[in-house]
């Protein structure tokens, strides 16, 4: 499995505005100085992360981007979700979605659901404050 490049830019994007501390405001223009990507990209990311609760933009003098939460009230679930939707691995648990050819015959299609909550625990257990850590992991 692997992240769109659009959902990791959002990581990037996110874990880059949770850098401005103290709830500091920044702009899209340099969020994008800041992490490297282009403007449009960082525009496009921050509009659907916005639209999601995570990022909150303010217009006028004073204004621009900001955490609409608290860091530690944000998980990388939340941020892939924002992008990509619901976290599933295959398309059978989506309701109302019937293109599998082993649909009503596949004896894996019930266990989906687990698989796919325990990944969505193991996103939803690492917070924006841990991405937007810069020192070195271990």
Sequence with gaps: M???NLADYAVVTMSQAARHCGGGR???AELAEQTGLPVPTVQKVVSKLSAAGLLRS???AGGGLQLARPAAAISLAD???AVEGPIALTSCVD???HDCALEGNCAVQ???PIVNKAL???LAGISLVELAR???MA
């Design 110 to 112: 019930p266990h989906w």
């Design 134 to 136: 810069t020192e070195e």
């Design 95 to 97: 309701e109302g979605r």
């Design 26 to 28: 920044t702009s899209a």
């Design 58 to 60: 303010t217009r006028g």
């Design 79 to 81: 941020i892939v979700e």
């Design 120 to 122: 969505r625990g193991a």
């Design 2 to 4: 692997r992240l769109s």
